[in-house]
């Protein structure tokens, strides 16, 4: 079955700290992969997104995530995290049974930052 | 430019009741979707909309859940009756086709939450 797993739902990490989220997948063809973003009452926003090429994405904000297919994993990162960084973050795969944005989502994974 | 907009932000209702969910898209989108997180969960696909034809509707739980699209602009999401799992959040989505298709970007709106007492 198809689906996507975030182990983390919550991550607390200091300002200026690197930073780490974790997704793997499962789905039975070439994923689409994607990392949205939800900030405290707003929609969620398209952080990136990968289809093919080089496996590393660069997003916006400073994030980038790594594609690994023999982990089944799409990791996001960022060098220094910022105070504004803290949302909710939800890993993607897509599409599926047709429809390039039917997407399966994670869980998410809540990032709180300390000052 | 509007982002695409959802009405109301957040609906409280008793079991039983019935609730209507709006969302406006961005201008000229002809993509819609729902979306909906139910208790902190996965975010789960109900359905999406080209203009006004409902494209796909596999995710819709049951016959409780009613959407239209009239006139291809804004869409409506009826819960009638309302049962108390399902409570969570509701997102609506828009996009313009995208060429090729990769180059879709799907914007969201903000969810309605909604508490079923």
């Known amino acids: 079955a198809q689906s996507v797993t975030q182990p983390d739902i919550h991550i607390t990490v200091s300002e200026g700290a690197s930073l780490e989220l974790r997704c793997n997948y499962s789905?039975?063809?070439?994923?689409?992969l994607f990392w949205y973003v939800q900030s405290p009452g707003q929609g969620l926003q398209l952080l990136l997104k990968?289809?093919?090429?080089?496996?590393l994405v660069q997003g916006i904000k400073g994030f980038e995530a790594e594609f690994k297919r023999s982990q089944s994993s799409f990791n996001l990162r960022k060098p220094s995290v910022h105070w504004s960084d803290a949302a909710e973050y939800f890993c993607?795969?897509?599409?599926?049974?047709?429809?390039?944005?039917?997407?399966?989502f994670g869980a998410g994974t809540r990032l709180a930052v300390h000052p | 430019e509007a982002g695409v907009t959802q009405f109301p932000s957040h609906s409280v209702i008793e079991k039983g009741q019935t609730v209507t969910l709006r969302c406006d898209p961005i201008?000229?989108?002809?993509?819609l979707y729902w979306y909906r997180r139910v208790m902190g969960k996965e975010i789960k696909f109900l359905l999406h909309?080209?203009?006004?034809?409902?494209?796909?509707e596999s995710g819709m739980p049951n016959n409780r859940f009613l959407a239209e699209r009239t006139g291809g602009t804004y869409s409506t999401l009826k819960v009638q009756p309302a049962e108390l799992e399902d409570s969570g959040v509701y997102f609506c989505?828009?996009?313009?086709?995208?060429?090729?298709?990769?180059?879709?970007?799907?914007?969201f709106g903000s969810g309605t939450q909604l508490s079923v007492l």
């Open positions: 989505a828009s996009s313009l086709a995208g060429t090729p298709p990769t180059n879709e970007k799907l914007f």
């Open positions: 789905y039975g063809a070439t994923p689409y």
């Open positions: 990968y289809f093919s090429g080089d496996t």
């Open positions: 993607a795969v897509g599409p599926f049974s047709g429809g390039y944005n039917k997407l399966i």
């Open positions: 201008s000229g989108h002809d993509n």
């Open positions: 909309f080209v203009k006004e034809s409902k494209q796909d």
